[in-house]
């Protein structure tokens, strides 16, 4: 009868270490991990991260595997944001850089955004557009996108304005400029004369 009393103290005791243990390490500080550093140029970066740049994912994603620590890595984060639809975020990481080459991270948003234009989502292209066109006022591409969606948002008069600037930058006798013509005169804008 001992012997079995002394085995189940013996047990007890082993529980309550156990248990003791456990919730120490349970309880400790967190161990603070670095995020893992990017891997490769600010493009690969960008294409391993590029189905994350999403509402609900582009935050975590981000942190989880940040961008470069140059010019690139930044243009091509604003660009994941502005994807997501969090432009002001992606205005803030273009306004970090120096004013010299916030128009060249503009222009690296519009390349990676100008798929969604083209394919007529006109709710997330106008705002990138818009944003680009801060940066690059002249970029007639973006004015012609821009203008194109608000249009199509019922935005009168900024279409009118972007699609105005658009044909003082474009002189092309094609789709885009006939478009635009077309559509200014739907928006009873002045246009120009054809020659």
């Given amino acids: 009868m001992h012997r079995r009393l002394y085995f189940f103290g013996i047990a007890y005791v082993l529980t309550l270490g156990g248990l003791l243990a456990f919730y120490r390490a349970r309880t400790a500080a967190p161990v603070h991990v670095q995020p893992a550093q990017p891997a ?24 989880r595997d940040p961008a470069p620590a140059d010019f690139e890595g930044a243009a091509y984060s604003a660009a994941c944001y502005a994807l997501a639809g969090k432009v002001d975020r992606a205005r803030l990481l273009i306004n970090q850089l120096p004013q010299a080459d916030r128009y060249r991270a503009a222009g690296v948003v519009f390349e990676v955004a100008h798929p969604v234009a083209d394919a007529g989502d006109d709710q997330a292209a106008g705002p990138i557009m818009e944003m680009v066109i801060e940066y690059w006022p002249n970029h007639y591409m973006a004015l012609y996108h821009a203008g194109m969606s608000e249009y199509a948002l019922g935005q009168p008069a900024l279409a009118r304005h972007n699609l105005t600037e658009f044909l003082k930058y474009y002189h092309e006798r094609d789709g885009w400029y006939q478009s635009a013509v077309e559509t200014l005169k739907q928006l009873g804008a002045d246009t120009p004369v054809e020659k």
Wanted: aromatic content about 12%; overall charge positive.
């Fill in 40 to 63: 490769g140029s600010p493009s690969q970066w960008f294409a391993r991260i590029r189905p994350f740049c999403n509402p609900v994912e582009v935050d975590v994603a981000q942190r």
